[in-house]
């Protein structure tokens, strides 16, 4: 079973910065590698997208803030968050998806905390 794990998160103050990376635990055909986030009482939404030929896709709040990239040899993705502001705040979720069956691998979720 393949099993998506992050690394990153926690605690900083606005305007700093963080970085999440996660990986899958086996190699599969990605067809498009993501980080979405879901604050308290809100639903789960796209920070940003990669797909394999580098293109990415950003929500307009992460533009200019964020930067994502991805390991074109392996599974591995980050999220690179600077300046980042209290309403950042939110548990952040790494997708990888397969270009074989379209399935969904999400990791655990790592808290992101920005303090005013």
């Known amino acids: 079973q393949v099993r998506v794990v992050e690394l990153g998160g926690g605690l900083v103050q606005s305007g700093g910065s963080l970085n999440l990376s996660c990986a899958a635990s086996a190699m599969i055909d990605i067809y498009v590698r993501g980080w979405y986030r879901q604050a308290p009482g809100e639903q789960r939404e796209l920070v940003a997208s990669?797909?394999?030929?580098?293109?990415?896709n950003y929500a307009e709040a992460a533009k200019g803030r964020f930067t994502i990239a991805r390991n074109s040899r392996t599974t591995a993705v980050t999220l690179q968050m600077n300046n980042l502001k209290p309403e950042d705040t939110a548990v952040y979720y790494c997708n990888v998806r397969s270009s074989n069956t379209m399935h969904d691998y999400w990791g655990q979720g790592t808290q992101v905390t920005v303090s005013a």
């Open positions: 990669i797909n394999p030929a580098g293109r990415t």
